[in-house]
């Protein structure tokens, strides 16, 4: 029974606090741009409007308009109860899970580009096409993370190794090369590239928006709530690496957790609007960079399982 209401407990958390990110980030580019923008909570709002309304569907759409945002919110929970939030590591935790949660990244990325594709809009078919190309690109990057993140601690649980024990000049190097690839990783993740401002519908640059803008009503609200608990999630796994008391109980930690994601989400936001100009064939190149962190996280692995100091 115990066990159960952690269960809730945490899910509960997840789904209370995944909004606030976005309302962080869309604040501090009000402010960089010297506006004052929407109010941090405004996700919320926008969700509880959203579940009163109805749904609009297309002539052209099957089932799957509908079953898609479903399915891609179930997969996106299921992958935050394997991710830790603070305190006592994830919900659900056992040896290679983190396998389990990068393919259900994947299901939830199906099931998005399958609901877009399901409209007959070419113009949906081009946000899903650039969709699936930018994250096979950054897919065989999360292995690299992982891979050197789980050598350097010593385990195959995820929870476990992020939180590596840092006494040497190369763990220091293999866990700073893994935020870097992170931060982009949850940037592509999260349809948070700085290609463009990402409120706007300027066909040239859309990638995730696009996808969505047949879908309305309670479908439209799965869709943010579940882009807001991807965001979160990969938050959550930077955050864990910068926390000083990751793995451990208390209140403290939970804390800590919560603020880092913010300050992660302050983060992605300046450099939106820093960079919010980036052409969209730079893309790969930006990708790369991730990929150069994560190739150097796991040759420093490899350098010190040789014997390294």
Known sequence: MTLILDFILRLGLWLLL?????????????????RRGPPVLQLYYDLARLWRKGVVLSTLASPGFIVGPAVAWVALMGAAMLVPLGTAGAALSFPGDVLLMIYLLALARFCTAW????????????????EAIFLTLIEPLLFLIVGALGLLSGT???????????????????????????????????????????????????????????????????????????LFLCSSMIATLLNPWAGQEGLPCLAANVLLCCAVAALVGTIESLIARLKLRSVPQYIVVAFASGVIALLATAWRAGGAP
């Open 18 to 34: 995944a909004p606030l990110l976005p309302g962080v980030i869309n604040k501090v580019k009000a402010c960089v741009a010297g």
């Open 115 to 130: 609901a877009a594709m399901e409209t007959g809009s070419a113009f949906e078919g081009m946000g899903a096409a650039r």
């Open 156 to 230: 195959d649980v995820f929870s476990e190794a992020l939180a590596p024990a840092l006494h040497h000049g190369s763990a220091i190097a293999i866990w700073a090369a893994a935020i870097v690839a992170l931060l982009v990783v949850l940037q592509v993740e999260a349809a948070r590239l700085p290609i463009d401002d990402p409120t706007t519908h300027l066909e040239l640059t859309m990638v995730h928006e696009v996808m969505i803008l047949d879908h309305s009503g309670p479908d439209l609200a799965a869709i943010q709530l579940a882009a807001a608990i991807k």
